[in-house]
């Protein structure tokens, strides 16, 4: 919602003929609305329109426009108000989660731990929630599901014991995080208890977990976190659910911890790290290609040499359907690139039975078939249907489905090889991507 409004916002700034202080003032106001109807706090929305009002009186740089100046310096303003970037740290040691009740502490963990574990860290997780005795079983199978190992002492009542036994058994680990218990409300008994976790772990970073539906209580809490036991970075979750992360977002911003990550749906792969820019041309709808790029990295870890040097065939697509669909959804991804208005959704819907049928079809292939999908002329698709009691129509919907994801394929792989995806230059990635979709700066 907050996306859509300022769209419309700096999408009405960009078809105004002259853009005259009436103008600009009238933009000002659509920002103004749309950062006040999802709960932003009005001082920093006062803020960011004076800034704006600043801005507009200078001149603009040789290179752009007035309007491009100012529509550049807006969205500027907005990822500062976001927070920014923040790099997570690239080698922490020892990560201590702590929070109130149900801000998703223990699903982050597990997240966390896979995030890190897919940069080449060997993580183990402990459960020191001695309060919920469920959450040892919680943690435990989020634990198995992402190939993490778990320490955890089932009846114990001392975090401190359990930490301390953790810290052994899993002290070949290159990282150690630990799952605090939650509480209603930030108490003395709290505190003490996260206190004596502290020195007993002694982490390198204390990272708070606040749900987006907060919203602006996230700048209270984060401050009352800070002072009682201080904390290094904030995680945001339930992005996905809730209409108030943009001002969750400007709330911490108001902090001096960062926010470094940012959850965003209840499977472990739904978490990424945390970027002004790129969250906020996702919700405005510009696409996401750098979130796109990390995902599809970690898709070749699990397959590199189908994906940097292999060739595309019809094994390698079913593969990445499958892949694919473990990471979430399709549309998901096509959103994130810009796609979803580009492709009709039929194509989108990748379900598990369409899936399904696929493979049914293609095992009625035959082997030079598959590997050479372009062979497949309209005889050999009479003969697939039959074998597979599939109709030609939903042979046709499988190579159309095979032909538009080669493509976007064969595209990823070549920035693939370029190495670092953190350098790659959006610009010129989206150009490449030729993929139709609004410009940001017109
Ligand atoms: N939609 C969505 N749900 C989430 C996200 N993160 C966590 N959840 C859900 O939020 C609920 C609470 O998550 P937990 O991880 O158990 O939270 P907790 O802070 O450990 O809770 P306590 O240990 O009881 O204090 C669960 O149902 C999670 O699946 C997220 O990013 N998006
Ligand atoms: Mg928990």
Request: overall charge positive; proline content about 3%; some cysteine.
């Amino acid at each position: 919602m907050l996306g859509s409004k300022l769209r419309d916002a700096i999408e009405r700034l960009r078809n105004v003929r002259i853009l005259d202080d009436a103008a600009l003032e009238e933009s000002i106001r659509d920002i103004q609305r749309a950062l006040i109807a999802s709960d932003v706090d009005v001082n920093l929305v006062f803020n960011l329109s004076a800034q704006l009002r600043a801005i507009a009186k200078k001149k603009p740089p040789r290179a752009l426009t007035r309007k491009e100046f100012i529509i550049k310096s807006t969205y500027e303003l907005l990822a500062k108000l976001l927070g920014g970037t923040h790099r997570p740290p690239e080698r922490p040691k020892r990560i201590l989660l702590l929070g109130l009740f149900g801000q998703g502490k223990t699903t982050t963990a597990a997240k966390l731990a896979k995030w890190y574990k897919k940069r080449g860290l060997s993580t183990g997780l402990i459960c020191a929630d001695v309060h919920r005795p469920a959450s040892y079983e919680q943690l435990k199978q989020l634990a198995e599901q992402a190939g993490i190992d778990f320490f955890g002492m089932k009846g114990e009542s001392n975090a401190n014991k359990i930490v301390e036994a953790g810290l052994k058994a899993l002290k070949k680990k290159d990282l150690i995080i630990v799952d605090s218990a939650g509480r209603s409300a930030l108490d003395d008994e709290l505190i003490d208890e996260l206190k004596a976790l502290k020195k007993t772990f002694k982490p390198d970073n204390i990272w708070l977990v606040l749900s987006a539906d907060i919203g602006q209580l996230a700048k209270t809490q984060a401050k009352a976190f800070g002072n009682a036991v201080g904390i290094n970075g904030i995680i945001l979750t339930k992005m996905d659910s809730s209409s108030k992360g943009g001002s969750a977002l400007a709330a911490c911003a108001e902090t001096r911890a960062p926010v470094y990550f940012i959850g965003t749906g209840e499977k472990l792969g739904d978490f990424e790290h945390f970027d002004a820019e790129r969250y906020l041309s996702r919700i405005m709808g510009y696409g996401d290609l750098q979130a796109l790029l990390e995902k599809a990295s970690e898709l070749s870890i699990e397959s590199p040499a189908e994906l940097l040097e292999g060739e595309f065939n019809l094994k390698v697509f079913y593969k990445q359907l499958e892949a694919t669909m473990n990471l979430g959804p399709l549309d998901k991804i096509a959103e994130m690139l810009g796609l979803k208005t580009a492709l009709p959704k039929e194509e989108l819907e990748i379900t598990e039975e369409k899936l399904k049928r696929f493979k049914v079809i293609m095992d009625s292939m035959t082997k030079y078939e598959l590997m050479h999908p372009e062979a497949i002329d309209s005889s050999r698709i009479r003969r697939i249907a039959k074998g597979s009691g599939c109709s030609e129509a939903s042979v046709r919907e499988l190579l159309r489905n095979y032909r538009k994801m080669k493509r976007v394929f064969e595209k990823l792989q070549k920035f693939a090889k370029k190495g670092s995806i953190e350098n790659i230059d959006m610009e010129k990635l989206l150009r490449k991507f030729s993929v139709k979709k609004k410009r940001m700066f017109r």
